[in-house]
């Protein structure tokens, strides 16, 4: 009987101990020599854009004129009345002297209003937040049209000049006649690829990247007409010609091809690169991530008004310092407080369950670095809130039959959870936080549960 | 029952107040969230962060936020809901004196002059051009340049004008998850609370999701209604409330249940 006394307090000491190793690491981390300085062993804490520093875009309506081909119906003078103030310029001219081309602003007055500035801020959120950059702000002047685009400073934040000077147009034409044959509306989805090229080989492997463009019905309907008329043909005298279609992103032919006419097709695969070598890392991944941005760019709908990159910089957070301090302050007063009352009310126990809390933000904070939780500012608040929850429930495991109390707790959380498996899918980079802080917060609770077990049992408080 | 009626309908007029404000007055949006000017000064040789807040505190009227800019911290950036051009000048003049650097209104100006006036290239301009040029500048800016000043392309001081923060945008994001998951919650408290009374299975959902959505409401009211101003905090505390209030309508239906159940046994 007193060797079992003995052999529980030792596991109450192991416990105990365990946890207070826990708390030291997740709190003040591990530090490998690294030459003249000590390097952080753990993964740095992800923090959102708020508390560390974003990069800010400025994309500014292009304001330059294009020249454009009059047509022969319509007279110059028709050209210039449309282009209102614009100078109407000459720049080649028939033996008449009657000008063939004109220059015209890229954006018609006509589409200059708020109405499309507004629409274009949504669609450069939208292509943002598809190219996986949560975390972002966007906010238009309803003067000019100027949009900020604010997004975390990283490797993925480098693109993001891409998408939102892209105007997104993308058409299938004729490459003869440049008539259009499919346009965005007739294709639903856009994904980027990569698949083995012909010429790769198990010493050389090598890539094709590029674009898939699957169809709505009427756009597969109309992809399928076209692939019995954009074919290769063998005249009698045995030479082949090739009626070819062009894909066009934003003015840019990006690939010509034609059709087997025995095919049934459902997709286009537009290759955009070819025999891309995968050694060359650095280059697969730029050659690719230019796919991604296709894909996030042509997924969502034409920018109304054509747009230039203007100013990029990057601006620390006003927060940072100041905050984080704050919270740390903040945690250890409302840690302390609870600490107190357990302390109060459960006298030695109490104790115990303070450590048992102590270890819960530890164990959480290590799961969070490890699982590359984005933390923003709602994220933080999760986590005191997910350390009160804990305590709810630490407090009901020491008043009573703990596998009971287990299941009151979890018939209490279910519509907590529910809430915070709906959050972990959100693209708010808040409610995004929130949710995966509050998973792993539950997950958490496991360790509350068996430490508890060992702790705060009856038969063991000897 | 009656107290509760009575704090809906005073939560309602508050909501109906606070409507009224922000169709009248919009949001106080704090600074970074307000349509506000940033001011970027590149320091090369480096600053002290508490200088510059001190030095933007004393020239600039309104509330500043003085952050590094540039991964670098060779630049700094000076925000503010307004600040004039003599709050720019008196700014720039501090700096001038702590960093021995030459900066002034003028250098700020020049883009915007240069583009407003149309002239795209400078080096491409003949002497007589450029002459003519800098006195219809002197003239209708009243900014004195020099040749060497006008070719010169980079931009030491920036100026630009930051649209403000559209709430509705900062917010947008929360519609989706908070409907799906109050929905969700909502049928779940319909099934297992029906035992509670005869139509809980109706009144429990309906009073949740009116709840969720009144209190939300409540908060933004009050915080329209007090001026309070609207920054990086507010995202955090909609969804504090809102799991909140959740958590405790949960352990508080549950504890009904059990009575009612116990009671059943008895």
Redesign the interface.
């Known amino acids: 009987m007193k060797k079992e006394g003995i052999t529980k307090t030792l596991i109450k000491i192991i416990a105990v101990l365990l946890i207070i190793l826990v708390c030291l690491i997740s709190f003040f981390g591990i530090y490998k020599r690294n030459l003249n300085n000590w390097k952080q062993f753990l993964p740095d804490f992800n923090l959102s854009k708020e508390l560390t520093g974003s990069t800010n875009f400025s994309f500014i309506v292009d304001d330059s004129t294009e020249e454009k081909e009059l047509d022969e119906e319509e007279p110059a003078e028709n050209v210039e009345e449309a282009t209102a103030e614009e100078t109407v310029e000459a720049t080649d001219e028939t033996s008449e002297d009657e000008p063939t081309t004109t220059e015209v602003p890229v954006n018609a007055p006509e589409t200059l209003n708020v109405d499309n500035y507004k629409k274009a801020k949504d669609i450069i959120e939208k292509r943002i937040k598809n190219f996986g950059i949560v975390d972002v702000n966007v906010s238009v002047d309803e003067q000019n049209g100027t949009i900020i685009a604010e997004v975390p400073d990283g490797t993925k934040a480098t693109n993001v000049a891409a998408l939102g000077s892209s105007t997104g147009k993308i058409e299938i034409i004729d490459t003869e006649t440049e008539e259009v044959l499919i346009d965005r509306k007739m294709i639903k989805k856009i994904s980027a690829y990569y698949v083995a090229s012909d010429t790769a080989t198990a010493e050389n492997p090598t890539y094709d990247l590029g674009i898939s463009l699957e169809f709505t019905s009427e756009g597969e309907k109309k992809l399928n007409e076209i692939s019995k008329i954009y074919i290769e043909t063998v005249d009698s005298s045995g030479d082949t010609t090739q009626k070819t279609v062009t894909v066009r992103i934003d003015g840019e032919d990006k690939r010509t091809t034609y059709f087997s006419p025995d095919g049934t097709y459902t997709t286009l695969n537009v290759t955009l690169y070819q025999a891309v070598d995968i050694k060359d890392e650095q280059i697969f991944n730029d050659r690719y991530n230019e796919c991604a941005i296709y894909q996030a760019v042509l997924n969502e709908d034409e920018l109304p008004i054509k747009y230039v990159t203007g100013t990029s910089s990057y601006l620390e957070s006003n927060l940072h310092d100041d905050f984080i301090w704050y919270v740390i302050i903040g945690g250890i007063v409302l840690f302390a407080i609870i600490t107190l009352i357990v302390i109060k009310k459960y006298g030695k126990k109490g104790l115990l369950a303070a450590i048992v809390e102590a270890g819960y933000v530890a164990v959480l904070l290590l799961l969070i670095r490890a699982a590359s939780v984005s933390l923003a500012i709602s994220g933080i608040v999760m986590i005191v809130l997910m350390s009160l929850v804990n305590y709810l429930f630490i407090n009901m495991l020491v008043n009573g039959e703990k596998t009971k109390q287990l299941k009151t707790f979890l018939v209490n959380m279910i519509p907590f959870f529910i809430t915070i498996i709906v959050f972990v899918f959100s693209k708010n980079i808040n409610i995004t936080s929130v949710g995966m802080v509050g998973f792993w917060g539950l997950i958490t609770c496991i360790y509350t549960f068996l430490f508890s077990l060992l702790l705060l049992d009856e038969r063991n408080d000897d | 029952m009656e107290k509760r009626r009575v704090l809906y309908i005073l939560m309602i007029i508050a909501i109906l107040v606070g409507i009224f404000m922000v169709w009248k007055k919009d949001f106080n949006f704090d600074t970074?969230y307000a349509n506000h000017k940033r001011v970027?000064i590149s320091i090369k040789s480096g600053y002290e962060l508490k200088d510059i807040k001190q030095f933007a505190k004393e020239t600039i009227k309104e509330k500043t936020?003085?952050?590094?800019?540039?991964?670098f911290?060779t630049?700094v950036?000076v925000e503010a809901k307004n600040i004039s051009d003599d709050e720019i000048s008196n700014l720039l003049a501090k700096i001038n004196e702590k960093y021995n650097t030459d900066y002034e209104i003028k250098d700020l100006k020049k883009s915007s002059i240069l583009d407003e006036m149309e002239i795209e290239s400078i080096s491409e301009k003949s002497d007589e051009e450029i002459a003519t040029l800098i006195s219809q500048i002197k003239e209708k800016y009243g900014y004195e340049y020099t040749r060497e000043e006008l070719e010169d392309t980079s931009l030491p001081v920036?100026e630009?004008?930051?649209?403000?923060?559209?709430v509705f945008?900062l917010l947008k994001?929360?519609i989706?998850?908070m409907a799906?998951?109050g929905v969700?919650?909502a049928i779940?408290?319909g099934i297992?609370y029906k035992k509670l009374f005869e139509k809980a299975w109706i009144i429990k959902p309906v009073k949740l999701i009116f709840e969720l959505v009144l209190n939300q409401l409540f908060i933004l009211s009050v915080i329209a209604i007090a001026r309070i101003p609207v920054s990086?905090?507010i995202?955090?505390l909609l969804?504090?409330i809102?799991?909140?209030q959740?958590?405790s309508?949960?352990?508080k239906s549950?504890l009904e249940l059990r009575k009612l159940e116990t009671k059943k046994e008895k």
């Open positions: 970074l970027e936020v003085v952050r590094p800019s540039t991964l911290e630049s950036v920036k630009a004008d930051i649209p403000k923060t559209n945008d994001g929360f989706t998850p799906i998951s969700i919650v779940y408290f297992r990086y905090y995202p955090s969804i504090t809102w799991l909140l959740l958590l309508e949960t352990f549950e």
